[in-house]
């Protein structure tokens, strides 16, 4: 069975080893040495002085929205994985969707102006597939306005943007290390942003305390555990190998579906990409599901990142938004994994140009 992707597993003993420096310390938590380790480490690997690690991916979006104040209408994308969207709501803030641009499939920044209103406060956006969003632009924008900005950067890890980390680019930048993306620690997450915020979002993060007695602000428990560190350490060391075998996959996969009337996702000039996916737009949607059925029959299973557009979700308003619809229609995300045989590759292609 082929799955879009596949957990990078450590060798057990090498995960053991660096548990027992946790058991040596008797602690499991509360920024342990492996969590402080792990930050440090994440800090020289990605080029970014400014790391909170968390328990998951979706807790540093809600408490970036909360810590920076923000209230109405937050401006985001619709093609995203649900969290973006979720997050504002369930801050009590209003998404407002903007339509994405077809090639790039960020946050079309043109649009962006037209729908600020005196209620918006920030700009929330997604780099998906580790694709920059025009930060450049977003920034003047949100500067003009006084909005702030949060990247959702949770496919980005060690994506660099015009010589630097793209977690360095907007007010905060967070990142996901569930088991499903490129890097992982089980579950788990950072918080990247700006020096000035950086009191403020660690307290969020646990519960307010400022030493045992006082405490900060509001705060909720948004802790990397050190179990979830020591898998953050032990995958680590892989990550330059991971990198190169799945571009490997990737150089394999252009070089088979060359010719065919498949798009492909245009990289922004000036980025160092990290091939976290493998996204094809169809035609057509029914062509789609064609091939996605194709496939399942060879138990080979790709998903489709991402639909629905969330503009559907029940818990929005409905507005249509053609491009992020027409895109999330016909969009599937192929297998890609460190260590997806390159045959596999040639029989991926194989099914899918034959129903094509
Ligand atoms: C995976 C993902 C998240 C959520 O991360 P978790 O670690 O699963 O909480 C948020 N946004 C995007 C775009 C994602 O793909």
């Not at 579950?187 to 993060?205: N, Q, S, T």
Request: aromatic share 12%; charged share 15%.
């Amino acid at each position: 069975m082929i799955n879009v992707t596949k957990t990078f597993l450590p060798p057990q003993n090498e995960y053991q080893a660096i548990l027992e420096r946790a058991w040596e310390s008797g602690w499991m938590t509360n920024r342990g040495v492996l969590v402080q380790e792990l930050e440090m480490k994440l800090k020289s690997f990605l080029g970014s002085s400014h790391i909170i690690t968390m328990t998951n991916g979706t807790l540093p979006l809600q408490i970036a929205i909360k810590a920076l104040g923000l209230t109405g209408e937050i401006i985001t994308t619709p093609f995203s994985y649900v969290a973006t969207t979720s997050s504002i709501v369930w801050e009590g803030c209003t998404p407002v969707f903007v339509d994405i641009h077809p090639d790039y499939l960020t946050i079309d920044e043109t649009k962006i102006e037209a729908a600020i209103t005196p209620e918006t406060s920030a700009i929330l956006a997604t780099h998906v597939f580790g694709n920059p969003c025009a930060v450049d632009v977003i920034q003047a924008i949100a500067d003009k306005h006084g909005l702030k900005v949060i990247y959702d950067a949770a496919h980005c890890f060690s994506v660099k943007y015009k010589g630097q980390s793209i977690f360095n680019y907007g007010d905060v930048s967070t990142c996901s290390f569930h088991a499903t993306k490129l890097f992982h620690t089980g579950e788990g997450g950072a918080l990247f942003c700006k020096p000035e915020y950086y009191d403020r979002m660690f307290y969020h993060h646990n519960f307010g305390h400022q030493g045992q007695e006082a405490f900060q602000s509001l705060g909720i428990n948004a802790k990397m555990s050190e179990p979830q560190a020591a898998m953050g350490l032990a995958v680590m060391p892989y990550m330059s190998v991971i990198l190169n075998k799945r571009e490997n996959i990737v150089t394999l996969y252009n070089s088979l579906l060359v010719g065919t009337n498949l798009s492909k996702i245009n990289l922004r000039a000036d980025t160092i990409w990290n091939y976290s996916y493998y996204p094809v737009v169809f035609k057509e949607a029914t062509q789609l599901m064609v091939v996605k059925k194709a496939l399942e029959a060879c138990e080979i299973f790709p998903r489709r990142y991402f639909y629905p557009s969330l503009n559907s979700m029940p818990y929005v308003d409905y507005v249509k938004i053609p491009q992020a619809e027409f895109i999330s229609e016909r969009i599937l995300c192929l297998p890609l994994y460190h260590d997806l045989p390159l045959s596999a590759v040639e029989t991926i292609c194989d099914i899918v140009k034959r129903y094509i």
